[in-house]
Nanobody, 126 residues
Framework: QVQLVESGGRLVQAGGSLRLSCATS????????MGWFRQAPGKEREFVAT????????AYADFVKGRFTISRDNAKNMVYLQMNSLKPEDTAVYYC???????????????????WGQGTQVTVSS
């Protein structure tokens, strides 16, 4: 069983930065594709970023390109989301997710992910 625990969310001013962390458990973490999603009140969960088991394979939603960076440390079983130039519209609960099949890369659809964390709240004030 894989467990994901997000942390790092908090209140920040527009233009600021945050780094979200996702601690994972499970022997096969190194082969999972990992993703970050977010959900704002009254809206559907949306894709933010994904990273394959090889760090060179990443994909981002258009609205975060150039501002957010996803990374992973397989030795520590950690996934990160560095968020810069934050905007009020980035306010949401951010979720970490794991996709078991390493052959599938750039996974953008929430239903394709097998495991989810409980989420961490990010609030950006204007």
């Amino acid at each position: 069983q894989v467990q994901l625990v997000e942390s790092g969310g908090r209140l920040v001013q527009a233009g600021g930065s945050l780094r979200l962390s996702c601690a994972t458990s499970g022997r096969s973490f190194n082969t999972y594709t990992m993703g970050w999603f977010r959900q704002a009140p009254g809206k559907e969960r949306e894709f933010v970023a994904t990273i394959g088991w090889r760090n060179s394979i990443t994909a981002y939603a258009d609205f975060v390109k150039g501002r957010f960076t996803i990374s992973r440390d397989n030795a520590k079983n950690m996934v990160y989301l560095q968020m810069n130039s934050l905007k009020p519209e980035d306010t949401a609960v951010y979720y970490c997710a794991a996709h078991r099949d390493p052959r599938t890369i750039a996974v953008r659809t929430a239903t394709e992910y097998d495991y989810w964390g409980q989420g961490t709240q990010v609030t950006v004030s204007s």
